[in-house]
C-alpha cells in the first residue's frame, strides 16, 4: 500500500452512496397529523438519545419524532438502554423497500452527530434522506455535510448546541428549503449512485494497478 499511496495527493476517499433507482410513491405511513422528525439508523451514542428527547419535547406541539432503527446506548457508553421520550415513535428496524415510504413522507432528515470528531460521523443515512427529496438537520462535525453544501438541502447547527438543533428543525418545519425537491431526488440518485462509486473505484484501480494485473 506504501508503494502505491506515497503521499495525500496520491489518496482518494471514495464514499458510501445510494441506489440510482428512485422507488415509486408510497402511501402516508405517518398516522399523527404533525409533521414527522425522521431519525433513521440505530442510536449508537447516548447522546443522540438526549438530543432526540430534547427535540420532542421541545417541538411536541409542531412535529413527532420518529425513530426506525435500534437502541443501542447500552453498547456505546451508556449503563442501560436510554429511554426515549414518551412522544417519539420508535418503528425499531425495517427492511429498506419498507424505509422508503417513511423518507418520502417525512418533513425533516435528522443526522445526528455520533460525538465531536468527523471520523466518528460518515453519516450514510444522509444519501438516503436526500435520494428521497428529505430536508436534513445535521451538525457541524458530520463528514458527509459535504452533500447539504452541494444540494443547499438542509441545516447545520454547531455541535452539541441544542438551542440551535431546536431552531434548525424549528425552520426547516416553517420555510422547507426552497425549490422542487424531484431536482435534489434526481441529483442524488445520478451523482451519488452506487454505479457512479464503481466507476470510481475502477478509475482508481486503473490509475494504481498495472493493467495486466487488473484483468
Known amino acids: 500500500m506504501e508503494a502505491i499511496l506515497r503521499g ?3 489518496a482518494e476517499i471514495i464514499p458510501t452512496g445510494c441506489p440510482s433507482i428512485i422507488p415509486r410513491h408510497a402511501a402516508n405511513p405517518f398516522r399523527g397529523g404533525k409533521p414527522a422528525a425522521l431519525f433513521l439508523g440505530s442510536l449508537a451514542a447516548p447522546r443522540m438519545a438526549h438530543v432526540l428527547n430534547y427535540l420532542a419535547q421541545e417541538l411536541k406541539d409542531e412535529c413527532e419524532v420518529h425513530v426506525i432503527g435500534a437502541n443501542k446506548t447500552a453498547l456505546y457508553g451508556a449503563e442501560k438502554e436510554l429511554t426515549l421520550h414518551e412522544s417519539i415513535v420508535r418503528h425499531g428496524e425495517l427492511p429498506e423497500p419498507e424505509i422508503w415510504k417513511y423518507i418520502e413522507h417525512a418533513s425533516v432528515g435528522l443526522a445526528l452527530a455520533t460525538g465531536p470528531h468527523a471520523f466518528d460521523n460518515d453519516l450514510s443515512k444522509m444519501f438516503h434522506y436526500l435520494r428521497g427529496g428529505l430536508p436534513v ?73 498495472p493493467s495486466k494485473e487488473l484483468y
Request: glycine share 4%; aromatic share 8%.
Open 8 to 10: 495525500p495527493r496520491d
Open 137 to 209: 438537520l445535521s451538525e457541524d462535525t458530520v463528514y458527509t455535510n459535504y452533500l447539504l453544501q452541494e444540494t443547499s438541502y438542509g441545516e447545520i447547527a454547531p455541535f452539541d448546541n441544542l438551542d440551535a438543533l431546536r431552531q434548525g428543525l424549528r425552520t426547516l418545519l416553517r420555510n422547507p428549503p426552497p425549490g422542487p425537491k424531484e431536482a435534489v431526488m434526481e441529483y442524488m440518485a445520478r451523482r451519488h449512485s452506487w454505479e457512479e462509486r464503481v466507476e470510481r473505484l475502477l478509475s482508481l484501480l486503473r490509475r494504481v494497478v
